[in-house]
Structure formats: structure tokens, C-alpha cells
């Protein structure tokens, strides 16, 4: 196989996924290193492919129904595991997490959290190493991207948001 073909598997591999697929993942399924997948999914992503890492690994962006919304919250690292169930056990999809910063400007983590066991991971791999929030840049305050399938989804969050306390007005 050719490093353009492995391209090409990977791409396909990520568009039947309905899952990330971490880059270890493909680097077994395809004989070569992680580092390897890292550089093909760079050159794919150069040449126009909309490759996102997520925590848990590659996904492909889809167009998918429903409504996109930000809200502005601050909470404390501790509470980062209730703010986002709040967010999925409303119906809603975590897309990213942004922040604004001095040097930066504005950086964006993405999250495609969308269930208590995408939540459940996630704050299992940030408990577990020595990386911190993006969120504790900024004293706790950041946006969320939200992917909702309708109006009324968004308007539980928010309110659900609202009353934890966690909601910037």
C-alpha cells in the first residue's frame, strides 16, 4: 500500500466510524506508527479533508440537523463533569470548548461530546494526566459550541445551565 492509499483507507475508515478512531487505532490497522497516521492525517487535512481530533480520536465533520448555539459559562475545574452532563442529558451535543486568550487569541478544544459515557471518558483522561482546562486559562470562563436538535433542546440547557449556576449573563 502507498502512503496515498493509506490516505485513502483512512479516510474511509473514518467516513464508516460512527465513532473517533484514535490514531493508534489506524496505525494497527494499517502496520505503520502512530506518528505516521499523525503525519498522513496533517497532509489530508492540507489538502482541504475536514479531519477534527477530538479527545477520543479522528472524526470526519459532518453536516448534521439541528440548531448550533454558544453559551458563555464559568464554573470551577471540579464542576466540569455536571456542566457537561448537563449539557448532553439535555439532548445536546458539546461540539468545543473556547476561550479567549492574551497572546492567542481565541482557542478552541474539541470535544463531540454527546452522551454520559463521551462525558465519562473525557473527565477520566483529564483527571488521569497533568493537562489542564483550557477553562483555567481565563478563571473558569469559556464558551461552548452546542449542537442541539432543536430550539427547545438548547432552551433546556440553557436553563438547566442557568440554575447549576453555571451560565454567564
Known amino acids: 500500500m502507498t502512503a496515498q492509499q493509506r490516505r485513502e483507507a483512512i479516510l474511509d475508515a473514518l467516513r464508516e466510524s460512527q465513532r473517533p478512531v484514535s490514531a493508534a487505532a489506524l496505525a494497527r490497522r494499517f502496520g505503520v506508527s502512530r506518528q505516521i497516521i499523525v503525519g498522513d492525517v496533517a497532509l489530508l487535512r492540507a489538502g482541504g479533508a475536514s479531519v477534527i481530533a477530538t479527545p477520543r480520536g479522528y472524526v470526519l465533520e459532518r453536516q448534521r440537523?439541528?440548531?448550533v448555539r454558544r453559551v458563555a459559562c464559568?464554573?470551577?475545574p471540579e464542576d466540569m463533569e455536571r456542566e457537561l452532563t448537563i449539557?448532553?442529558?439535555n439532548g445536546c451535543?458539546?461540539?468545543d470548548v473556547i476561550v479567549e486568550?492574551?497572546?492567542y487569541g481565541q482557542l478552541v478544544g474539541q470535544l463531540s461530546l454527546s452522551?454520559?459515557?463521551d462525558v465519562g471518558q473525557f473527565i477520566r483522561r483529564a483527571m488521569g494526566g497533568g493537562d489542564r482546562p483550557l477553562s483555567d486559562l481565563t478563571g473558569g470562563i469559556h464558551l461552548h459550541t452546542l449542537r442541539c436538535p432543536d430550539e427547545a433542546?438548547?432552551?433546556r440547557v440553557?436553563?438547566?445551565l442557568a440554575e447549576a449556576g453555571f451560565l454567564v449573563e
Do not use: N
Open 101 to 103: 486568550h492574551s497572546l
Open 153 to 155: 433542546a438548547f432552551e
Open 93 to 95: 451535543t458539546a461540539e
Open 65 to 67: 440537523d439541528g440548531v
Open 115 to 117: 452522551s454520559r459515557y
Open 87 to 89: 449539557i448532553v442529558d
Open 158 to 160: 440553557v436553563q438547566a
Open 74 to 76: 464559568r464554573h470551577r
